[in-house]
């Protein structure tokens, strides 16, 4: 008797679980943090096994953009364990969500150096179909995810999840910029002439929106901490719908 209602209080938890929006969205940015570490990895090996240097500035740019998400996620199991009041958990969740939009903002400024390396990249590398599959199969999967993510970003009153939801949306953009380097490097060869000046307009035009966003999230952190913390949760907070 005493395992079945062990049972069915698991099983409550569970389905508690799963009609939790956040628990879920916490879940999935957990997930995606793995596969970002897993393409930065990716990405490394290219380079270890093609010398293409543009494969080594994104592995490193990906390991951070992961790192970010996985200060967020640690940041909020903290809080979690804490058992803080919300009043605590707000100030703390500002001064966190300002810390997360500056961390984001310099590794987007950052992302110039691999843009600049892709840019100038000149000599073949003869990659084979398969990290052009690779990276068709992963952009599809970053971008469909982080389409439906950020849609809910406005209605969410959750700080962290407003950092990750932005996080997802440019994981998606620098995973369209790789997906354009291998096709070009697949398919033709190297990067000059027509291919060139594409190239360096996609890829700056993508870069210059990733610093819009940045600083957008920059200014909304800023704003944030100077409200109070009473009028900043009925002005800011909705709940999750």
Known sequence: MGENEQDG????????????RVARSFLASSFSCLTTLVFAGYNLFLW?????AWNAG????????????LYVLLSEWNLYRRG???????????????VQSVLLFVIDLALVAPISLMVMQQREIGYTEIPAISMAAYTTYKVAAATASYAKRKKSSHLSLRILRTVNLVDALVSVLTLQYTLVMTFGGSIGGIMLTVCAASSFAIWGG????????LIEAVRLRKVPSSSSAAKFEKEEK
């Open 58 to 69: 994104i592995a490193v740019y990906y390991a951070l953009l992961g790192g970010i998400r």
């Open 210 to 217: 990733l610093i819009v966003l940045s600083v957008f999230t």
């Open 48 to 52: 270890i096994a093609y010398g293409a």
């Open 9 to 20: 209080r698991r099983g409550g938890h569970v389905r508690g679980l799963v009609r939790d």
């Open 84 to 98: 803080a009041d919300e009043e605590e958990i707000e100030r703390a969740r500002r001064k966190l969500f300002t």
